[in-house]
């Protein structure tokens, strides 16, 4: 009996050990998880954030560029029209190269074409030379959205996919943020030309860290076996990929980030200039609404990332989110509000529409096949380069006319409008919303 006694205890013991163990080897596991997906998070995050810096290196000089190159409002929106219209005529091919050739290679050389371009824009001396290197740079902003999505899609956990979206999404609006503060700034203490090739050469410094430290950023998914589809350039494919890409849903998700876009862009192009107008301060303070509007946006794309990994309803945040930023730039361009007060309510807008980014990710998400992310990514978020090429031309024209307060009105009807698209996306969609 002591034996017996002996043996049991021996085996409880090692029995014990067993367990300890494994649950050593299951939180080692996970913090490993947690530890690789927020690397990729910071990594993805700072490439985002140093396209969306390029994307508004240019409009808080336009004051300084209209009459540095005697040109109107409506020829400086044009350089905005070059950049998003050859962004949004690339980014769909980009997305098939992504799913051919792997995310990391393509996002590198896009980030690398648009740093390069952006220093261009300081050696510029006439104004042709502006919209050229608007073109090259809007080829190199094509990339980013395939190729970020794709990466996170594929290698953060499941669990953490709202807030990959998220930060995602926020480090896109961080880097909104900086640029019209870094080009004001340094423009005023060298000259806009220095400031130009300053900010190009941060990108490249992005690039190099991008390169050091993201070297593992293959095209696998973490704990599955899923691989580069070698198959989207085929002829068979095309057609499956045409009715994939021009099917109801997929479509309804272009026009409402088409929508979105064409509102974001016109405050983030003409907000300082129309603000200035409409509420007789200068350029300093009216950078710093631009600068609360981005900053607050980033904050509530961080709720709303929290709050898209809790619920399945992402079409009501969504909706809930464009009807308030949009009631609050009818207030703005109303002039009801004082001069004090417009930088807190522009932070108010940028808030609620930074709040539905996460969940506008989530909608796409469900809605895109496995080994298809690279070309559904790239097709529904070259809807926000379309969105944004034909907007700048539109307040150009009305600044020129005289009517700041209508960038602000006409802003708040894309938002209304984005509505219907989400609806639509509910209604048709055959995946589970």
């Known amino acids: 009996m002591v034996a017996n006694q002996v043996n049991y205890h021996q085996t409880r013991d090692e029995a014990r050990i067993i367990i300890k163990n494994k649950s050593l080897h299951a939180m080692t596991s996970s913090n490993q998880y947690l530890r690789s997906d927020f690397r990729i998070m910071g990594l993805v995050g700072a490439a985002h954030g140093a396209s969306h810096f390029f994307h508004l290196v240019l409009p808080p000089l336009f004051p300084i560029l209209k009459e540095e190159f005697d040109v109107s409002y409506s020829a400086l929106a044009l350089?905005?029209?070059c950049f998003y219209g050859v962004s949004g005529i690339a980014q769909t091919l980009a997305g098939f190269l992504v799913d051919r050739f792997g995310a990391?290679?393509?996002?590198?050389?896009?980030?690398?074409l648009l740093a390069a371009s952006v220093i261009g824009y300081g050696f510029a001396t006439e104004f042709w030379m502006l919209l050229l290197f608007s073109l090259l740079a809007g080829l190199?902003?094509?990339?980013?959205?395939?190729?970020?999505?794709t990466i996170l899609t594929q290698k953060v956990t499941p669990l953490r996919l709202g807030k990959a979206y998220g930060v995602h999404a926020f480090s896109g609006n961080l880097g909104w943020a900086t640029a019209p503060i870094f080009v004001i700034y340094a423009s005023q203490l060298f000259n806009w030309q220095t400031a130009l090739i300053l900010s190009g050469l941060l990108g490249l410094f992005i690039v190099l860290f991008f390169v050091i430290f993201g070297s593992d950023l293959n095209d696998t998914k973490v704990g599955s076996n899923v691989r580069i589809d070698t198959t989207v350039f085929s002829l068979a494919s095309l057609t499956q990929n045409l009715s994939l890409l021009f099917s109801s849903t997929i479509l309804s998700c272009f026009c409402f980030f088409a929508l979105l876009a064409a509102a974001l862009v016109g405050v983030q192009s003409f907000?300082?200039?129309a603000i200035r107008d409409l509420y007789d301060i200068d350029i300093t303070q009216a950078t710093f609404a631009l600068t609360t509007f981005l900053v607050c946006s980033a904050i509530g794309i961080l709720s709303?990332?929290?709050l898209a990994d809790k619920t399945t309803r992402h079409d009501l945040i969504a909706i809930i989110g464009v009807v308030l930023s949009g009631l609050v730039l009818i207030l703005i361009g109303s002039q009801i509000i004082t001069a004090s007060s417009v930088i807190a309510f522009l932070g108010?807008?940028?808030?609620?529409?930074g709040f539905t980014a996460p969940s506008r990710d989530m909608l796409v998400k469900k809605a895109t096949p496995a080994g298809s992310t690279g070309r559904i990514f790239g097709f529904v978020y070259s809807g926000l380069d379309f969105g944004s090429l034909l907007m700048p031309l539109l307040l150009g024209w009305l600044m020129d006319l005289g009517s700041p307060k209508s960038v602000f009105h006409a802003c708040a009807v894309m938002l209304f409008f984005t509505i219907f698209t989400v609806v639509n996306v509910k209604k048709r969609s055959s995946f589970a919303f």
């Open 348 to 353: 108010l807008s940028g808030f609620f529409s």
């Open 271 to 273: 907000g300082i200039s």
């Open 79 to 81: 350089l905005t029209t």
């Open 140 to 149: 190199g902003n094509s990339v980013f959205h395939p190729a970020d999505l």
């Open 104 to 112: 990391r290679n393509i996002l590198l050389g896009g980030l690398t």
């Open 304 to 306: 709303g990332g929290v």
